[in-house]
């Protein structure tokens, strides 16, 4: 019923990733874009939770032409994963991982004239060129040199020999809200910063500004190079790019059922027991997935598994490795398994089995975040299988 299923030995839970999807997303971003425009992939946090260089090595396929990451440890994982194209640290890290930048050729985040010059130092001491990406902060207030002031920090450290701009970036709070007046405001900021640095004489290296909603709803801000992360691992932003580009969800989470029980009316589940069983012919499951492998304990009573194809009503709290879910015996009613379940059925958390389907989205929904928390946290602790 669940299509490409394979199992890891030990643990009956694992994260499924369809790296097919991964391509095909990758692709779908790209024709978003101009064919002069550069793509810069996001695979910050193992991927968004899809697994870094698996995921890295699958959109080189079909045209990444850059990577960037949050950490440098990230960074140092890509590149000893076999990752040879340039390598972007989307923050500017603690002055003492300059060494590392260097020997990894890493390309920081810089918004400080002390890290600028102390990893130009390293740069210089090894016979080499540290390249870094000059961050602008242009209204949302969270890394960058202050917009009015990107031009003097540039002229401050354009001096030292051992760094160069490779990139001159900015990142909107408000990409996915069509038509706002902040958008607007950070472009033209950017902008303008970007056109004084330019005036000055020095170099920008490659201008990027674009997420994926910005990539897919806003292609005047493409400039010379898009930086789309969530796109790439088929999960939409935004309502708004919806139909705008076709997208396929890369993540399944998959486990088997280790117990089955039935339990007499009035039999408590779990801690606390939140849940008794209101009837009889009710079967109780347990998989061995918890909210120490992403799944959220906000989602306790609210949310479905997909068992044999058939939506079930999960029961009880969600413990730190395991959960339990009901199915209900000739039940002529919504939630109806045309037959008992059984130890080591396979049961779907996120994915699709037969026709239906649970979404990030819809996960998110319930515990009140977005489809990004939902995938990074289910890349915690399970193993990925890539089918
Ligand atoms: C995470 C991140 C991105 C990618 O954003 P998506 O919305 O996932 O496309 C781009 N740029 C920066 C600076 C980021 O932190």
């Known amino acids: 019923m669940v299509r490409g299923l394979r199992c890891p030995e030990d643990r009956w839970a694992w994260v499924e990733i369809d790296l097919d999807a991964v391509r095909q997303n990758t692709a779908a971003i790209k024709r978003c874009m ?3 425009t550069l793509m810069m992939c996001v695979v910050k946090a193992d991927a968004y939770g899809h697994g870094a260089v698996r995921c890295a090595k699958a959109m080189k396929r079909s045209g990444a032409d850059q990577f960037a ?3 440098v440890a990230e960074g140092v994982a890509l590149r000893e994963g076999g990752i ?12 003492e991982t300059a060494q590392t930048i260097v020997d990894y050729d890493l390309s920081p985040a810089v918004f400080n004239q002390s890290f600028a010059l102390a990893l130009g130092e390293c740069a210089a001491a090894a016979g080499k060129v540290a390249t870094y990406h000059l961050a602008i902060d242009t209204g949302m207030t969270r890394i960058g040199v202050n917009w009015r002031d990107a031009l003097e920090l540039r002229r401050s450290i354009d001096f030292h020999r051992g760094i160069e701009c490779a990139g001159t970036f900015t990142h909107f709070a408000t990409a996915d809200v069509p038509r706002d007046w902040d958008f607007s405001m950070q472009a033209r900021r950017f902008s303008e910063a970007v056109e004084s640095i330019d005036a000055a004489g020095l170099d920008t290296g490659l201008v990027h500004c674009a997420n994926t909603p910005a990539t897919i709803l806003h292609p005047r801000v493409h400039m010379d190079m898009c930086r789309a992360g969530i796109g790439l691992y088929g999960l939409h932003p935004a309502n708004e790019t919806r139909g705008m580009v076709d997208l396929k969800p890369v993540m399944s989470v998959r486990g ?3 117990r089955v029980e039935r339990p007499e009316v009035g039999t408590g589940v779990s801690y606390g027991l939140s849940y008794r069983v209101p009837k009889p012919n009710i079967q109780i499951c347990t998989v061995p997935i918890g ?5 959220s304990r906000n989602l306790s009573s609210n949310m479905d598994v997909l068992v044999n194809g058939e ?3 999960q029961v009880g709290r969600i413990c730190m490795d395991q959960f339990m879910f009901e199915v209900s015996i000739n039940n002529v009613r919504a939630y109806k398994p045309t037959r008992a379940v059984a130890y080591g059925d396979v049961v779907t958390i996120l994915g699709t089995d037969g026709e239906e389907s649970i979404t990030a989205d819809d996960m998110a929904q319930r515990r009140g975040t977005i489809n990004y928390e939902v995938v990074c946290d289910f890349g915690l602790r399970l193993q990925k299988i890539y089918v």
């Open 311 to 313: 939506r079930c009503r």
């Open 256 to 258: 088997r059922i280790t």
């Open 34 to 36: 101009d064919r002069d």
């Open 84 to 95: 040879s194209e340039p390598i972007a640290i989307l923050s500017e890290p603690p002055v």
């Open 69 to 71: 990451v949050a950490t």
């Open 291 to 295: 909210y120490a492998d992403g799944l």
